[in-house]
């Protein structure tokens, strides 16, 4: 039982690059989210999904996409990277409504 | 708009005192909230949570007091150990699918201790 597996770990890229920040869980959890954590801003959400094929904009989502085919899997995608990216990136999910979230140990993401 | 405000930013407690770090929050839909625990390098780790229909919380060491009149909670940190030396966050959430099970977190609160 891995929990909620983020990859990569570490990643720079470019100004104009776009990526695809990997999350997965083996929890069968319903829930999965996208949070980016920046100095004095706590935690602040990008997307969220309800279930596979369901997703919806959290707080931040501009220049960010995600998609759930599977329950397993939810990719986020950066479509052009600006150096206002530059952040941890973290993943969670919960197996149900109200019920606390597990996350992922991050992605540091810095944009040049 | 910043639902869920906490405070302090920052505190420092010797070996063996009480944390206490506390929320306020906005929106009265909100039927969860959890306070989370994090590590440098480390993703937020569930500590304790509560729910709207009792004041008090409590496990081993760790306490959280709700009031729901004045839109308030607070978790205490007993005997505090160097190895609570974190950041700590609160936040909240409203039921339902329709809702999205969304966490609005509170800002963070960095915790020292001495020994």
């Known amino acids: 039982n891995a929990g909620v597996t983020q990859t990569p770990k570490f990643q720079v890229l470019k100004t104009g690059q776009s990526m695809t920040l990997q999350c997965a869980q083996d929890?069968?959890?319903?829930?999965m989210s996208w949070y980016r954590q920046d100095p004095g801003m706590g935690l602040r959400l990008i997307h969220y999904?309800?279930?596979?094929?369901?997703?919806d904009q959290g707080e931040v989502p501009n220049g960010y996409n995600v998609s759930r085919s599977t329950t397993e899997d939810f990719p986020l995608r950066l479509l052009s990277a600006a150096p206002s990216q530059t952040s941890v990136y973290f993943c969670?999910?919960?197996?149900?409504?109200?019920?606390?979230?597990?996350f992922g140990s991050g992605t540091r993401l810095t944009v040049v | 708009q910043q639902q869920v405000k906490q405070s302090p930013q920052s505190l420092i407690v010797q070996k063996g005192g009480i944390s206490i770090i506390n929320c306020a929050y906005e929106?009265?839909?909100?039927?969860?909230f959890p306070w989370y625990q994090q590590f440098p390098g480390k993703g937020p780790a569930l500590l304790i949570a509560?729910?709207?229909?009792?004041s008090e919380k409590k496990e081993g060491r760790f306490t959280i007091s709700f009031n729901k009149s004045a839109k308030q909670f607070s978790l205490h940190i007993m005997d505090s150990q160097p190895g609570d030396s974190a950041t700590y966050f609160c936040?909240?959430?409203?039921?339902?699918?329709?809702?999205?099970?969304?966490?609005?977190f509170g800002g963070g609160t960095r915790v020292l201790v001495k020994p």
């Open positions: 969670a999910s919960s197996p149900s409504s109200s019920r606390g979230y597990t």
């Open positions: 936040a909240a959430s409203k039921g339902g699918k329709a809702a999205g099970n969304k966490l609005t």
């Open positions: 929890m069968n959890h319903e829930y």
């Open positions: 999904s309800v279930g596979a094929g369901i997703t």
């Open positions: 509560i729910r709207p229909d009792v």
């Open positions: 929106n009265t839909a909100f039927d969860y």
